[in-house]
């Protein structure tokens, strides 16, 4: 079975955790595509040319504990403008997505550019103010000094730069659902990401 759940929005909407628990509930792969750009911004940061980083990305790139530091996310959004880098990784993408059994990817182009043939696309979103906080409350223990303003300038600063670039930008699907998570628990955003798989899946699967 070939069945890809495209998931894409912007920083900290929710993409993963919806993601992921789409994945496990239908026993599909998972695939934390910004990942990737955060892995080849750390490579660069360290001195490394960023096509070559992204050509060249290794398992172990992924497992850097750093990357899901503010600052990782900055350099990441920073190559992830190059249209070079993207192309260098988008081979591995399009394999995953159409692998055997299924796959859930997210990130900011997965539906419109990587695999515009996704059985479902979801598109999270989640007011600014929202997203801050939630991504403020995950990194604080690691960086007791980081403010939830400083969180929403980040945040800010790479969704204009996401949205705003010529490669690949951050946009929903014509056919994606919309799901804003800004008044959602985890649950009820879970909830109807699933449901809108059930409804697909049944036809993929067979
Ligand atoms: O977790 P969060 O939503 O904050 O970010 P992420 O998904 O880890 O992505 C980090 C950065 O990588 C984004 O700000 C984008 O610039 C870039 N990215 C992208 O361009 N395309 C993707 N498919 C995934 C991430």
């Not at 934390?32 to 750009?37: A, E, N, P, R, S």
């Not at 503010?70 to 081979?91: F, I, K, N, P």
């Not at 490669?167 to 009820?188: S, Y």
Request: proline share 3%; hydrophobic share 50%; glycine share 8%.
């Amino acid at each position: 079975m070939r069945f890809t759940v495209a998931i894409d929005g912007p920083a900290a909407a929710g993409k993963g955790t919806i993601g992921r628990a789409v994945a496990q509930r239908f026993g599909l792969a998972y695939l934390d595509t910004g990942l990737l750009y955060r892995a080849v911004g750390a490579l660069v940061a360290g001195g490394a040319d960023p096509v070559g980083a992204a050509r060249f990305l290794r398992a172990e790139d992924l497992q850097r504990p750093d990357l899901r530091s503010a600052e990782a996310g900055q350099a990441a959004s920073r190559v992830a403008a190059m249209a070079a880098v993207r192309a260098a990784l988008v081979d591995f993408q399009r394999a995953f997505a159409r692998r055997e059994g299924g796959a859930v990817l997210d990130g900011r182009d997965i539906g419109t550019v990587i695999c515009p043939e996704a059985e479902v696309k979801l598109f999270v979103t989640a007011s600014d103010a929202v997203r801050a906080r939630r991504r403020w409350l995950e990194l604080r223990t690691a960086d007791p000094a980081l403010t939830e303003a400083a969180v929403l300038a980040d945040l800010r600063a790479r969704d204009a730069r996401d949205a705003e670039r010529a490669a690949a930008p951050l946009r929903a699907a014509a056919d994606a659902v919309l799901l804003d998570t800004t008044e959602l628990t985890i649950d009820a955003a879970v909830d109807k990401a699933v449901r809108a798989t059930e409804q697909r899946i049944g036809q993929g699967r067979g």
